[in-house]
């Protein structure tokens, strides 16, 4: 019984992706996405939209950004798979699209991403339920 929980344990650590994921070091990361994109509370559209609230956003839907036809076209509904799929290397996801960026080809810094990214709502807030790596929580008495 001892094994299989063992067994069971080890093999959802396996299947999810990101669990070591790094909110700092994805803010570190974003510097390159600053150059056409913004994010946070006083964010406006850009060389790029917007990026409050990406997950779970349908492309090509910020208001007052004009997207390409290849993305607004893709029926692509933001998650982080497809996100993931898509910084490697956007060309080859949205063939077409707007977004000039090579990509990004290290794991751990998709990962740091989409920790950072995962912070934001739809209005630029930073959900309170995010606590950056390294940081314990407070013990509640």
């Not at 056409?36 to 090509?60: D, S, T, Y």
């Not at 497809?82 to 996801?93: C, G, L, Q, S, W």
């Not at 000039?100 to 959900?127: C, E, H, N, R, W």
Request: proline content about 5%; glycine content about 12%; some cysteine.
């Amino acid at each position: 019984m001892r094994s299989l929980v063992l067994v069971l344990g080890a093999g959802i650590f396996a299947i999810v992706p990101g669990y070591a994921q790094d909110a700092a070091l994805g803010e570190k990361i974003f510097v390159q996405c600053k150059a056409c994109h913004q994010i946070g509370e006083n964010a406006k559209n850009a060389i790029g939209p917007v990026l409050n609230g990406l997950f779970g956003r349908k492309a090509g839907m910020i208001e007052g950004y004009s997207y390409s036809p290849a993305n607004k076209n893709s029926g692509i509904t933001w998650d982080e798979a497809t996100f993931r799929e898509y910084i490697k290397d956007p060309r080859a996801k949205i063939p077409g699209t707007k977004m000039a960026f090579a990509g990004l080809k290290d794991p751990k810094q998709i990962d740091d991403i989409v920790a950072y990214l995962k912070q934001f709502d739809s209005t630029g807030k930073k959900s309170a339920g995010i606590i950056p790596a390294g940081r314990k929580l407070a013990k509640v008495q």
